[in-house]
T-cell receptor, first 116, second 113 residues
Framework: EAQVTQNPRYLITVTGKKLTVTCSQNMNHEYMSWYRQDPGLGLRQIYYSMNVEVTDKGDVPEGYKVSRKEKRNFPLILESPSPNQTSLYFC???????????????FGSGTRLTVV | DQQVKQNSPSLSVQEGRISILNCDYTNSMFDYFLWYKKYPAEGPTFLISISSIKDKNEDGRFTVFLNKSAKHLSLHIVPSQPGDSAVYFCAPLIRGSARQLTFGSGTQLTVLP
């Protein structure tokens, strides 16, 4: 089954304790992205990657890191989480840049992160 | 500064009736518009899109209308079904730009049986 898999689904952590949220896709998609969803703000892009070793900042990159060493994986790293990073996170992938040739995203099921 | 706004956080309609979800944007560079649907505990799923060279795109019960001069788009669902109850996001793009800007804040649609 074609899918984007995020882990964990739920995570509660303490301020300053490094964490990684994993994202993997099995569709050979080139384009991957991370979003956070907050009440009243919709989905905001954190980082995106157009291919292996090619990453760039989205709208709200502060406090986050990513890496794209393999095509299928795009982990999100919080080096020193803070309470304002409490949010619902989504990983997404697309065959190409969204909007080109009708490419849309395939989203993962989300990771609910709470930083206390 | 939100470049895309969905001013109705919620909408309730009766089964069988038309649902109309609205989206306004400010950036005139947007040239491609997508709608996503999201059920609880799931990620958003791509629903329908429209290019700025069109003013209407239809896919089954779903039709998206684009009014470029007003910087407004709307999603029509006819007839509405209880399974359509979800949050709907509009997501404008600049085609070919890898940087996806903010989605709208979403509209919770509830279709009453």
């Amino acid at each position: 089954e074609a899918q984007v898999t995020q882990n964990p689904r739920y995570l509660i952590t303490v301020t300053g304790k490094k964490l990684t949220v994993t994202c993997s896709q099995n569709m050979n998609h080139e384009y991957m992205s991370w979003y956070r969803q907050d009440p009243g703000l919709g989905l905001r892009q954190i980082y995106y990657s157009m291919n292996v070793e090619v990453t760039d900042k989205g709208d709200v990159p502060e406090g986050y890191k990513v890496s794209r060493k393999e095509k299928r994986n795009f982990p999100l790293i919080l080096e020193s989480p803070s309470p304002n990073q409490t949010s619902l996170y989504f990983c997404a992938s697309s065959l190409g840049v969204p909007g080109v040739a009708n490419y849309g995203y395939t989203f993962g099921s989300g990771t609910r992160l709470t930083v206390v | 500064d939100q470049q895309v706004k969905q001013n109705s956080p919620s909408l309730s309609v009766q089964e069988g009736r038309i649902s109309i979800l609205n989206c306004d944007y400010t950036n005139s560079m947007f040239d491609y518009f997508l709608w996503y649907k999201k059920y609880p505990a799931e990620g958003p799923t791509f629903l329908i899109s429209i290019s700025s060279i069109k003013d209407k795109n239809e896919d089954g019960r779903f039709t998206v209308f684009l009014n470029k001069s007003a910087k407004h788009l709307s999603l029509h669902i006819v007839p509405s079904q209880p399974g359509d109850s979800a949050v709907y996001f509009c997501a404008p793009l600049i085609r070919g730009s890898a940087r996806q800007l903010t989605f709208g804040s979403g509209t919770q649609l509830t279709v009453l049986p």
